[in-house]
């Protein structure tokens, strides 16, 4: 599924790095103590309801200003819940909290890809494919998302191209609020990987094979059915199904994306580049790049 939230489509697309005027020149500095931190949050809360038509129904929070790398930039996370659905989105205010705008700071001295790479937590994620293949694939995915069926079945065509170069972890980003079994499939195959690791990868591919005939009402079966087709005890599956563990082991997998700012379904991380969506040609260029580089840097070693 592309954005989870309209929110996220209009604070993505509409503010992507424009410097705006929250307040009034002679507000007072975001700097200045606490009480003027506090004000700067309430006139961004009151120009993004302005701007937006952001009415009482709209839960819309401003966290606490944070520096940043650069000098006079602070930082803030601004959670906005419409109906159940909630987004958290980085925004970034001037000290003197004049200019609001959203974006990305890069600091052109440090490696970005290396930083993406150390937050992602690969440990106890299926994976497959040689552990010191050059590419690591890292794919945050939902069950039911049929962009990420897509991704599915482009993975099961061009990787076959790159045998004993790429190397694919799984981690679950279920969107529960937009797909009401993704949840249930998603325990399922950790219940598959707790007792078999590579039979996850057999359930994996029957649930995105099966995705339009899976309902909310047949979750539950079908897994069991997918369970017993991938070769697993089925009494051990339905016990770790009924279990807290695997559904704690999503929720990590979950607040791991989130804390990459992983906002839409699927993300795909390749050596730690970003791509979002299912795109093979983007998907092509980010492993030949990587293959090329790394080819490279041998050449120059020897």
Known sequence: ????????????????????????????TANAGSSASSQTQKNIEAYLRNVYAFGPDVQLSVGPLKNTAVDGVLETNIDVLIGDTKQAVKFYVSKNGRFLFRGDLSDMTRDPLAETRAQIQMNDAP?????????????????????????????????PNYAGKVRVVFKDFPLEQLHPWARTAAI??????????????????????????????????????YAVQSGLS?????????????????????ANGQKLEVASTPTVFVNGRRMVGADQRILEQYINYELALQKSGKTQQK
């Open 1 to 28: 599924m592309k954005n989870a939230t309209t929110l996220a489509a209009i604070l993505t697309f509409v503010l992507p790095a424009v410097a705006m005027y929250a307040q009034q020149s002679s507000s007072p």
């Open 127 to 159: 994976s497959v494919g040689d552990k010191n293949a050059p590419v690591t694939l890292v794919e945050y995915s939902d069950f039911q998302c049929p962009v990420c069926k897509n991704l599915h079945d482009l993975l099961r065509s061009v990787l």
């Open 188 to 225: 399922a195959g950790r219940c598959a990987y707790q007792q078999e690791p590579k039979a996850f990868w057999k359930i994996y591919d029957l649930i995105y094979d099966n995705q339009e005939v899976i309902s909310p009402a047949n979750a539950w079966t079908k897994m069991t059915d």
């Open 234 to 254: 089925v009494d051990a599956f339905k016990t770790c199904m009924a279990s807290q563990e695997p559904g704690a082991a999503v929720d990590a997998s979950r």
